[in-house]
């Protein structure tokens, strides 16, 4: 029997306080002082679905041989290329067998169901895995309700028929053009309809209808059910369609919309990976993807979801939450205001694609070296170790530094440098196991990087080129703590 055998998440660390949206836009709209109560996560400026996914995917991966991954689907609504699968940049990234299957599922918000159905449906060597992630970086207007609601965020699942956290039941889709939101190729932000319409004639009649039917098909009934996922940025809309199938209201998994808000695509999977974190063996998890139609999968845990717990998943993810209170720099990174960049800023940032092909293992994968002779490990990989008792020539095999650790060297805060928050840092890192690289620093509060802090690296956006719409990725140090 297929089921999950390993669940991460990532969450950014910058939480929007929702009061100072309000505090900005409540001249205009009274209406959303209501909404002003906790925060959301936002991505800073050089995270998008891509980076998030890279995040929550190691995280899942700490619980899977990433060697046993043969297929992996990304599930998103915003994805940064449209003409560039999405999902092979995230499996570099990762280091995944370039013998990889790999998939992007989006223009649906339940685009992570329907891929987790495809995967168990797939299931067939025993000891392979497949990675679902589902990433989510929604913009949306200034001042509006999905502001207050929506949230960044990515979560990641890996599939197999062994050593389970969770086992499916079975699983149920309709497939209905119920139109509550949509975006055209040419628009920038959703557009949606009637709270209250939707509710009704969509989340009351399609959710029903395919969860009793999968009830049936598993002859379980709905008040054994001991986890009831339904995203929605509706905060009574669950409890609504719960209480009409007969579920508990304390099965209700709450969307975490005062916490870090509602993260579209990603958000079942989210949840689901919360869930895992505790669930007892045997309790039952009814998850529910809406979005023209609505799918529902029935899993049984199996108790070992806390055991096999990842080192960062949901509930770390929410503890290393950082309050940001500037609601400028919201709207500067998710580009909402046209800001005077200066000169330094308009270089041209083309990428030469010829050059960036030589050099991905290290650009994308950060792949070193490491010496055959001596074990001297360094980065970037070269033709002679650079250890100057060896010097031996082509004695490089690959040595992967996306999971190192390591201290800062030197450090530089530069302010003529451009940079979307300045001050620019940058560096000299030295890493653990061994070579050092000089590299930018992200996500650096003030005062707390010095010679000698410790740092973790994560793949970044280094640099967008908007005249020709390519990002840039790259690996950045950020410290730890």
């Known amino acids: 029997m297929p089921g999950i055998t390993a669940y991460g998440a990532y969450i950014p660390r910058a939480r929007l306080n929702k009061q100072v949206i309000a505090e900005a836009n409540t001249w205009f709209d009274a209406s959303l002082q209501s909404l002003a109560k906790g925060e959301r996560s936002m991505c800073h400026w050089d995270e998008d679905a891509i980076t998030m996914a890279v995040e929550a995917a190691q995280d899942c991966l700490s619980n899977a041989a990433a060697s046993q991954v043969d297929t992996l689907y990304l599930a998103s609504t915003t994805l940064p290329f449209l003409d560039r699968q999405n999902s092979v940049v995230v499996g570099e990234a990762l280091n995944l067998s370039r013998n ?15 891929g987790l159905i495809s995967l168990l449906n797939s299931t067939g060597q025993q000891d ?4 679902l992630v589902a990433s989510e970086h ?29 086992e499916l039941l079975g699983h149920e889709t309709i497939a209905n053009d119920f139109v509550d939101h949509y975006r055209g190729d040419e628009a920038e932000f959703d557009y949606d309809w009637e709270e209250r319409w939707i509710r009704e004639e969509g989340f009351l009649k399609d959710v029903p209808a395919v969860v009793t039917s999968l009830l049936g098909q598993t002859q379980l009934e709905a008040g054994q059910v001991n986890y009831f996922i339904l995203p929605s940025d509706q905060a009574r ?22 916490l870090c808000g509602v993260a579209g695509v990603a958000q079942p999977l989210l949840l689901l990976a919360k869930v895992l974190e505790q669930a007892q063996a045997g309790e039952l998890i009814l998850l529910v993807g809406f979005g023209q139609g609505c799918d529902a999968l029935l899993f049984r845990a199996t108790g070992a979801g806390s055991e096999k717990c990842p080192p960062r998943g949901v509930s770390g993810s929410l503890s290393e939450g950082r309050s940001e209170n500037n609601y400028h720099r919201f709207l500067s990174f998710n580009n909402l205001v046209q800001r005077d960049i200066g000169k330094r800023g308009e270089t041209d940032k083309q990428t030469y694609l010829s050059g960036y092909n030589r050099r991905k293992d290290l650009l994308t994968a950060f792949v070193g070296g490491k010496c055959r002779e001596c074990g001297a490990v360094q980065i970037p990989r070269e033709r002679y170790c650079v250890n100057p008792q060896c010097n031996a020539l082509d004695s490089q095999d690959d040595y992967h530094f996306a999971s190192s650790k390591g201290v800062v060297k030197t450090w530089t805060a530069d302010r003529l440098t451009f940079d979307w928050d300045p001050p620019a840092y940058f560096g000299m890192i030295e890493f653990d196991d061994g070579g050092r690289l000089m590299m930018d620093f992200t996500e650096v509060d003030s005062g707390n990087i010095d010679a000698g802090t410790p740092v973790s690296v994560h793949f970044r956006i280094r640099q967008i080129d908007h005249q020709r719409g390519f990002r840039k990725y790259f690996w950045k140090a950020v410290p730890c703590g």
């Open 100 to 114: 990889l299957h790999s998939m992007d599922i989006t223009a649906s918000q339940r685009a992570a169901t329907s």
């Open 128 to 131: 392979a895995q497949k990675l």
């Open 138 to 166: 929604r913009r949306s207007k200034a001042g509006s309700r999905q502001e207050m609601l929506w949230g960044d965020a990515a979560a990641a699942i890996c599939i197999g028929e062994e050593n389970l956290v969770a």
């Open 237 to 258: 809309t669950p409890g609504a369609v719960a209480r009409k199938l007969g579920i508990e209201d304390s099965a209700v998994v709450d969307n975490q919309l005062a």
